[in-house]
């Protein structure tokens, strides 16, 4: 922690924002490939 | 001055180029989908590019560093909010609009809401019309004001009149317009969040340079305790924690405003919104930077008389005139890229939703009507801004986008929940704009809350009445068996 709240929000905010896209990209992909091979 | 001149000659250059380019590419430029939603062919960068180029405006390198410099970090966490809202609000909405827009046949925000809902041919126009007239008029008062920024400050960087630099600007956005359409503009707004994105990085390296990020902190603390630990989140109203009602605001900015959700329905069907949101989280951030100029000069130059100089005089201090100019014609870019966005989702409203709405025929060459129209509202735009009574512009600005978030939420976002009709979406956007209007009115209620209040109040309505004539259902029997 900073000790600015305002700056510990814009770094935690940060984090989520690269992390969750990240996450859910990884995630819809697994699922997609997933589903290729399923149906091949 | 030539420096300037000869950069702004090669940007207009390419930027000509991309016009002619995008209108060869475009897969069907002679029909309406060819041109309002450039073929359905723009792929994850450059959708991710494009809304966030639109989403981030000037106000981002000149306003945002001006308000840090005036009230401090509270600018750096409001104008960040903006990139998780753009991000998410892609991820969580644009696949189901753009499937539903692509299953129901709409090409324009206006025309999706009066296909997504069930009604009449009567009410169903209405709805389109009722938006397209909304979109028209709201987008006309917003653009007037984004005009005038862009001829103040195309004026002072190519020493010219206000008038003639916003002519000049102008005529590049409506080249790029008609030749292009919605693909060139796309195009056009990639190349320009590229430009933003590089100033972003200079700027940052430049601070860096002389001060650590931590270093700066520290220092502005030490002059303004307040400033680092705000006790309220002014200017975005008194409460502590407000701001982040900014993430709420530009959730709905992002989903709801024609403008920005139109863009979701020029994805190609290929085009994965997960790819897009990746795209444009590290974008977003990277420009979530530029506010820390205002802090810097805060250190720097606390005398400033007029805190939005700020960026200016950065620029003019502490960068070398080349660079400068350079940084200049990507804020003039970031002003572009939302004007071009806006003028041809007003260019649709006029050509495409208000002829629709009004039941008139379609024209054999509907492509025609629609560069025609982007014309004629760049004409009536710059009109406006220099020649109409400043007075009545204002009673339209303050509603402006805000009164179209109050609107379209309800059928735009609530309607995903509640399968309501065209008489429901119909009263649910007359209800979110008369709120927004009273709000502006007859309260002092800032321009964050208020069209978060107007589209919570419409919303509910959509939700209410939409649930009741359903036969106290979300989603009508009729639906739910056409859907199995």
Known sequence: MTGYWTIDAFIISSIILLAYPLINFFYQENKEKRKDVRTK | ?484
């Open chain 2, 1 to 484: 001055m030539i420096w300037n001149w000869s950069i702004f000659i090669i940007t207009c250059l390419l930027m000509v180029f991309v016009g002619f380019w995008s209108g060869r590419k475009v897969k069907g430029a002679d029909t309406d989908e060819g041109y309002l939603l450039g073929g359905k062919q723009i792929g994850p960068f450059v959708g991710a590019a494009a809304l966030v180029a639109t989403g981030y405006s000037g106000w981002g390198f000149i306003g945002a560093p001006g308000t840090a410099y005036a009230y401090g970090t509270i600018e750096l966490l409001a104008n960040f909010l903006y990139a998780p809202a753009i991000c998410f609000g892609t991820l969580w909405f644009a696949n189901y609009l753009r499937k539903q827009a692509g299953d129901r046949g709409g090409l324009t925000i206006p025309e999706y809401l009066s296909r997504v809902h069930r009604g009449t041919d009567k009410e169903k126009r209405a709805v389109h019309f009722l938006a397209g007239i909304a979109t028209l008029v709201f987008l006309t008062v917003y653009v007037v004001g984004q005009i005038r920024a862009l001829g103040y400050t195309g004026s002072v960087w190519l020493n010219i009149s206000e008038q003639l630099a916003s002519i000049l600007l102008m005529l590049v956005v409506l080249f790029i317009a008609v030749q292009g359409g919605r693909l060139g503009i796309a195009a056009s707004n990639t190349i320009m969040c590229v430009g933003m994105l590089i100033s972003a990085a200079i700027v940052l390296y430049v601070i860096r340079a002389d001060m650590s990020i931590g270093e700066l902190f520290q220092r502005v603390a030490e002059i303004e305790p307040g400033m680092m630990n705000p006790q309220t989140s002014a200017p975005y109203g008194q409460g502590k924690y407000s701001v982040f009602l900014v993430f709420v605001y530009a959730l709905l900015f992002t989903t709801c405003l024609p403008y920005m959700s139109s863009q979701f329905l020029t994805f190609s069907d290929k085009t994965k919104t997960h790819k897009v949101a990746l795209y444009i989280a590290p974008m977003g951030l990277v420009l979530s930077v530029i506010p820390l100029v205002g802090l810097y000069m805060r250190i720097k130059n606390p005398g400033l008389a007029i805190a939005d100089m700020s960026m200016p005089v950065f620029l003019n201090t502490f960068v070398s005139p080349k660079i400068g100019g350079l940084i200049t014609l990507f804020i003039i870019f970031a002003m572009l890229s939302t004007v071009s966005a806006v003028v041809q989702t007003q260019a649709a409203a006029l050509s495409y939703d208000i002829r629709s709405g009004l039941n008139m025929k379609e024209p054999k060459r509907s492509d025609l009507i629609n560069r025609i129209a982007v014309i004629v509202i760049g004409v009536v735009s710059i009109l406006l801004t220099y020649f109409a009574p400043q007075g009545m512009l204002n009673q339209f600005s303050y509603i402006g986008t805000g009164g179209l978030i109050s609107m379209l939420f309800g059928p735009t976002i609530v309607q995903i929940f509640v399968k309501a009709n065209a008489r429901t979406c119909f009263w649910s956007m007359s209800v979110g704009l008369i709120t927004n209007i009273l709000l502006n009115t007859l309260t002092s209620a800032g321009w964050v809350e208020i069209p978060i209040i107007g589209a919570a109040v419409g919303g509910i309505l959509y939700a209410v009445m939409g649930y009741i004539t359903n036969g106290n259902k979300r989603i009508p029997d009729e639906l739910e068996i056409s859907t199995n």
